[in-house]
């Protein structure tokens, strides 16, 4: 072979090995696709931009590797898998088995995060016992209180409000003299048409509280426009948190909650709803604490009554224990419910109850009015009742030392045995509020003495930025149609308006004094005129000045018990609130547990 030959097939030969590097390249990086999609979900197609470098056939045929490129010169395409759903939203249209998911579903204030939230967080933590009492507790209220939020829109923490105010116990008294589940203090319960009586206190009664309560959150959520700010308000009084905002603004600080000036009990207390919304807001810390599930479904029902009922007699009927049916039925002063109060019962009780007082042929109450005769003293009568005198002043509402005279009606038990007196009958309302009479001259003198009525000059109230009647009326202990009254006002007050909180009252002219009892069964009436006692038939002629006195006024005494209103006290008498004031001499704002006053009674009461 020449030289020219050998040459010529050398050159040959890098032509070919020219040509088949691309396709050698190609092949190799193909190749390693297979392995690549066996360990990625994802592989991609490089067929269009790689397809004039894919090898002929022959070229192909002589590899050993098989190529994974398809007839029409495209590489193979893996699926992606599909994306996961999201968590399944909440479905608000249908309601849980579980109360308390229903009220997470409806929280709706601001969450607070502060050092105050975490201590009392952890201190409810470290009392699993008290938070499941409590929880236990609620479970008879909290379904009435959380369709009654609901119904109005209102954020479902309020319903955890209860915790914070009463631990959910209706009976619970505060310093303060507020009283039940929501402890509204006395003016503000008058303010938001809650009776106070001898006879009931809706401060205590579960639906009356809980509607009176939300009245009063609305009032003061559109006077802020601000949760944290609204609950400030319930437990410091409106008035102070309008002033405390007031103050920030002029000084050209922040005025949400965090930032407000307020005593220690008001800056705890929207930390501790938190704190409680946290932890029932938390599956695991409900199951670290063991606390209760609560059915989303009613637990009692008001159920109307034909008659008077006692106590009693009602657990009875509806086969539940006493303790049980008053934890119910909580606003009741008295073993006997008026006719007009409707009962509550564990809704699976009611049809039992009808049925039992269908069939019902006994007395449906054991208790009835008794006035006591000349002579006849409240010992002699518990003992003939078989009760004790303790237990019969307890019943009527009188202090242990009360002196108990003839005239006075008692609510007693109806037994037989006192001359027939004590026959069941409709129950009417006792006198057991006004003392009666005393028979010791010596002791009248000392009370006369002591009670005199002095002259009281007015009060009056210079309205701050941030005040309202509402708040103004709580404070001093009087009601907003007296404020209207006195003042003359609308609906509207401007901040430096000079208000009249207590009406000025004038001394005493001196004259005799004249007290009559009320007249007992046999017609007669005992007077007192300037210390001489006299006894008046009705055929009798007294001393004619004697007579024209005891035709003027019925003097009744009455001693003030926590909680009492001037309103209250002039609706029992059928008397006007400011007639009492003139009476007695006495500011609202002066009148105190333990005083007695003199209420003049018309002469045909």
């Known amino acids: 072979m020449t030289l020219d030959d050998t040459l010529g097939c050398t050159l040959r030969f890098i032509r070919q090995l020219h040509r088949s590097l691309p396709a050698l390249a190609c092949g190799a990086l193909f190749a390693a696709t297979p392995a690549q999609a066996n360990d990625q979900p994802l592989t991609l197609s490089f067929a269009p931009s790689l397809q004039s470098m ?5 070229e192909l ?44 579903n409806g929280f709706g204030m601001p969450n607070l995060n502060n050092d105050l939230v975490l201590t009392h967080q952890q201190w409810y933590m470290n009392r699993p016992d008290y938070v499941r009492r409590m929880v236990e507790r609620s479970r008879r209220y909290m379904f009435h209180i959380v369709e009654a939020i609901e119904k109005r829109g209102m954020p479902m923490e309020l319903a955890l409000l209860p915790m914070v105010e009463s631990a959910y116990n209706p009976m619970a008294y505060s310093r303060s003299h507020a009283s039940g589940l929501w402890q509204f203090i006395p003016s503000t319960g008058k303010n938001f048409k809650l009776e106070q009586n001898w006879w009931v206190d809706d401060r205590r009664d579960i639906i009356a509280s809980t509607s009176a309560a939300l009245d009063y959150l609305q009032t003061i959520y559109e006077m802020h426009g601000d949760w944290q700010l609204a609950l400030a308000s319930y437990n410091w009084g409106e008035g102070a ?4 905002i007031a103050k ?12 407000l000036t307020m005593p220690a009990e008001t800056r705890n207390y929207v930390p501790k709803l938190q704190a409680l919304k946290n932890i029932l807001s938390n599956p695991r810390l409900l199951a670290q604490l063991d606390l209760p599930q609560i059915p989303n ?10 008659a008077d009922m006692d106590v009693k007699v009602a657990a009875k009927l509806a086969e539940m224990p006493v303790d049980e049916f008053v934890a119910l039925n909580p606003a009741h002063n008295r073993p006997v419910i008026k006719a007009d109060r409707p009962l509550v019962l564990p809704a699976e009780k009611v049809e039992r109850f ?18 006591l005769k000349a002579g006849e003293k409240l010992d002699k009568v518990a003992a003939r009742l078989g009760v004790s005198v303790a237990h019969l002043k307890t019943v009527n509402g009188l202090p242990p030392k009360a002196k108990v005279g003839a005239g006075t009606t008692l609510l007693v038990p109806a037994r037989d045995g006192i001359e027939g007196d004590l026959a069941v009958a409709s129950f009417t309302p006792p006198a057991a509020e006004t003392a009666p009479a005393r028979s010791d001259a010596r002791t009248d003198s000392r009370a006369d003495s002591r009670n005199e009525p002095r002259a009281q000059p007015a009060k009056f109230h210079v309205v701050k930025k941030g005040d309202t009647l509402f708040s103004i009326a709580r404070r001093y202990d009087v009601s907003v149609d007296e404020l209207k009254r006195w003042n003359k006002l609308g609906r509207n007050m401007a901040a430096g308006t000079k208000l009249t909180v207590a009406p000025a009252v004038a001394a005493p002219a001196a004259a005799a004094k004249t007290t009559v009892a009320s007249a007992p069964a046999n017609g007669r009436v005992s007077a007192t005129l300037e210390g001489k006692n006299l006894k008046l038939s009705k055929n009798d002629k007294a001393p004619a000045n004697a007579k024209a006195a005891a035709a003027k006024a019925k003097v009744a005494r009455y001693t003030i018990r926590k909680g009492d209103t001037l309103a209250g006290i002039a609706k029992k008498f059928k008397v006007e609130a400011d007639d009492i004031k003139r009476w007695n001499k006495v500011a609202p704002g002066n009148l105190k547990p333990g005083q007695t006053i003199t209420i003049q009674l018309a002469q045909n009461d």
């Open 54 to 58: 894919v090898p002929s056939r022959t």
């Open 61 to 104: 045929s002589a590899r050993p590797e098989a190529s994974p490129v398809q007839n029409d010169g495209s590489l193979p395409v893996e699926e992606i898998a599909p994306i996961p759903q999201l968590p399944r939203t909440i479905d608000l249209t249908t309601s849980p088995d579980n109360l308390w998911e229903r009220i997470r």
């Open 241 to 244: 948190v309008g002033r405390a």
């Open 248 to 259: 920030n603004r002029a000084k050209g600080l922040p005025t949400d909650y965090e930032n």
């Open 297 to 306: 479904q009613p637990y009692f029902a008001a159920v109307a009554k034909p």
């Open 354 to 371: 009808r049925a039992n007082l269908e069939n019902n042929e006994a007395p449906l109450s054991s208790w009835t009015s008794y006035t």
